[in-house]
């Protein structure tokens, strides 16, 4: 894999975390715990709102500067996840293969060139809109009772 390969991918994965709960360790061992709001890449300087230090003070946003970070760990388990979601639609739908890609940087599918699916729901209009969308809701409630035990 080349760098800028690995590079993509960490900057595709911190995007996926955005608005979702984070820990973030710093390099002294305290941390924060809250929602990422954002990021900049290549310097990995972080914005979290909502935070709690481990001293249990809490911060309504809180930058940290990518060089004092040791680790970024997710705290929530997505319930979308685009590979697992593209072949679900091509088993149930009935869909050929080549009509669904995944844009993995984005964790989006794309249904026939026109719809785009996420975590966010379904985006297009018309009659296969609706059915994705009614797929999308089917898939997201199987993943809640497969993440809950």
Do not use: C, W
């Amino acid at each position: 894999m080349a760098l800028i390969d690995a590079s993509r991918r960490l900057a595709a994965e911190l995007a996926g975390l955005v608005d979702k709960k984070v820990k973030v360790i710093l390099a002294d061992g305290r941390f924060y715990e809250g929602i990422l709001a954002g990021f900049d890449h290549p310097s990995l300087n972080i914005l979290l709102e909502n935070a709690v230090d481990d001293k249990g003070s809490k911060y309504p946003k809180v930058i940290i500067k990518g060089e004092r970070i040791s680790e970024i760990l997710t705290t929530e388990i997505p319930l979308f996840d685009p590979n697992d979601f593209r072949e679900y639609i091509i088993r149930e739908m009935r869909l050929p293969e080549h009509l669904v890609k995944i844009i993995p940087e984005a964790r989006v599918v794309i249904v026939q060139g026109r719809y785009k699916v996420s975590e966010k729901g379904v985006e297009g209009t018309g009659p296969l809109a609706q059915t994705l969308y009614e797929f999308f809701q089917r898939y997201i409630e199987e993943r809640k009772k497969l993440l809950q035990g």
